[in-house]
């Protein structure tokens, strides 16, 4: 069954249909949110949300236009949405943590919650960057695929895109050059 | 060598996403020395977690199953029939026309002027724009009443 049948079969009330899809998704879906989010965790949660959202939202799919890109506009929205809050979370944590600077354990307990399995290397780069980078890298994605995912023009997309793979070079040449210093 | 930098310092001084694309399309898409600057696909593949690298997925079917299973449902709990709507809004409409009837049916609540309770009523007697002492007699077995107003010294 190619995309199309399964998805009007899942339409139809077949879960197992659903679950071929879960499938087919479910290692790129983690992967991306792997490097999206650096924490095992929250990609499983969001992987997780994703395929509910995916399923409960499946009627107003439009079967013209590619699976893929709707499905991974769904899971970046997600991804996005939860980076968001972390950051909120973060810069709440931060204020409470200079507030009781003595109290060492909340730090540590935290610290170890989100450990992070993305390289450091992709931590200088914007959320939409890392998106857009994500998916030119692992699914071959160009500009206008990525702006159709992240819903902005084909130019921002390319934009973001030259911006996320000029940070990560330039990062590689300081860490090579700090290597061969040290 | 002089045009890259002059295109890359264009580059950063207007964000316009637009002219930045405009000298990415004309420019260091096409040229190999700022290719260099930029991470090859190579390269960003291996620092990035590859759909190999990931494993123990086996439970995530189970768990999406069972949110679909409570998301189905809560749907069906709250989910109103097609026409449910419509029910509601005849069931409205009745209500509003009942409501109009009965309203209409009620005798009309009466003014003071009409009050059979009250003979009459005298608010206050003024002589000479000052209010006047009132004085109210009825001789016994009779229906007279007399009204005696007098100057308020």
Same mark, same amino acid.
């Given at each position: 069954?190619?995309?199309?049948?399964?998805?009007?079969?899942?339409?139809?009330?077949?879960?197992?249909?659903?679950?071929?899809?879960?499938?087919?998704?479910?290692?790129?879906?983690?992967?991306?949110?792997?490097?999206?989010?650096?924490?095992?965790?929250?990609?499983?949660?969001?992987?997780?949300?994703?395929?509910?959202?995916?399923?409960?939202?499946?009627?107003?799919?439009?079967? *013209?236009?590619?699976?893929?890109?709707?499905?991974?506009?769904?899971?970046?929205?997600?991804?996005?949405?939860?980076?968001?809050?972390?950051?909120?979370?973060?810069?709440?944590?931060? @204020?409470?943590?200079?507030?009781?600077?003595?109290?060492?354990?909340?730090?540590?307990?935290?610290?170890?919650?989100?450990?992070?399995?993305?390289? @450091?290397?992709?931590?200088?780069?914007?959320?939409?960057?890392?998106?857009?980078?994500?998916?030119?890298?692992?699914?071959?994605?160009?500009?206008?695929?990525?702006? *159709?995912?992240?819903?902005?023009?084909?130019?921002?997309?390319?934009?973001?895109?030259?911006?996320?793979?000029?940070?990560?070079?330039?990062?590689?040449?300081?860490?090579?050059?700090?290597?061969?210093?040290? | 060598?002089?045009?890259?930098?002059?295109?890359?310092?264009?580059?950063?001084?207007?964000?316009?996403?637009?002219?930045?694309?405009?000298?990415?399309?004309?420019?260091?898409?096409?040229?190999?020395?700022?290719?260099?600057?930029?991470?090859?696909?190579?390269?960003?593949?291996?620092?990035?977690?590859?759909?190999?690298?990931?494993?123990?997925?086996?439970?995530?079917?189970?768990?999406?199953?069972? *949110?679909?299973?409570?998301?189905?449902?809560?749907?069906?709990?709250?989910?109103?029939?097609?026409?449910?709507?419509?029910?509601?809004?005849?069931?409205?409409?009745?209500?509003?026309?009942?409501?109009?009837?009965?309203?209409?049916?009620?005798?009309?609540?009466?003014?003071?002027?009409?009050?059979?309770?009250?003979?009459?009523?005298?608010?206050?007697?003024?002589?000479?724009?000052?209010?006047?002492?009132?004085?109210?007699?009825?001789?016994?077995?009779?229906?007279?009443?007399?009204?005696?107003?007098?100057?308020?010294?």
């Amino acid at each position: 069954m190619n995309e199309k049948q399964l998805i009007l079969s899942c339409l139809e009330g077949e879960a197992e249909a659903f679950k071929e899809i879960v499938d087919i998704y479910k290692t790129k879906a983690m992967a991306l949110a792997l490097n999206m989010l650096g924490n095992r965790e929250d990609a499983e949660d969001i992987c997780q949300e994703t395929f509910i959202r995916v399923y409960s939202n499946l009627d107003k799919f439009d079967l *013209q236009s590619p699976f893929r890109n709707w499905f991974y506009a769904i899971l970046s929205n997600r991804c996005l949405d939860l980076l968001r809050k972390r950051r909120r979370f973060f810069s709440f944590f931060k @204020k409470m943590k200079e507030e009781y600077t003595n109290n060492t354990s909340t730090q540590s307990s935290s610290s170890s919650r989100s450990q992070p399995l993305a390289p @450091k290397i992709l931590e200088g780069l914007s959320p939409k960057e890392r998106v857009a980078l994500c998916l030119w890298a692992s699914e071959g994605y160009s500009g206008t695929e990525i702006g *159709q995912v992240i819903k902005c023009s084909s130019s921002t997309a390319r934009v973001l895109l030259y911006k996320a793979r000029k940070k990560i070079k330039s990062k590689m040449e300081k860490e090579n050059v700090s290597l061969s210093n040290g | 060598m002089f045009r890259c930098q002059m295109v890359n310092f264009l580059f950063s001084i207007f964000p316009f996403k637009i002219w930045q694309d405009f000298l990415l399309q004309k420019h260091i898409q096409n040229c190999p020395a700022c290719q260099e600057n930029l991470a090859s696909l190579e390269e960003t593949e291996s620092l990035l977690i590859q759909e190999e690298e990931v494993g123990g997925l086996e439970d995530l079917w189970p768990k999406v199953k069972v *949110q679909l299973t409570k998301e189905k449902r809560k749907e069906r709990l709250f989910r109103l029939p097609r026409w449910g709507w419509a029910v509601g809004a005849a069931f409205l409409l009745i209500a509003i026309v009942l409501g109009i009837w009965f309203y209409q049916l009620a005798p009309p609540g009466k003014t003071p002027e009409e009050d059979i309770t009250s003979p009459f009523q005298i608010k206050y007697i003024r002589i000479y724009d000052k209010p006047a002492r009132t004085y109210l007699f009825q001789p016994k077995d009779s229906n007279m009443i007399i009204i005696w107003a007098e100057k308020n010294i």
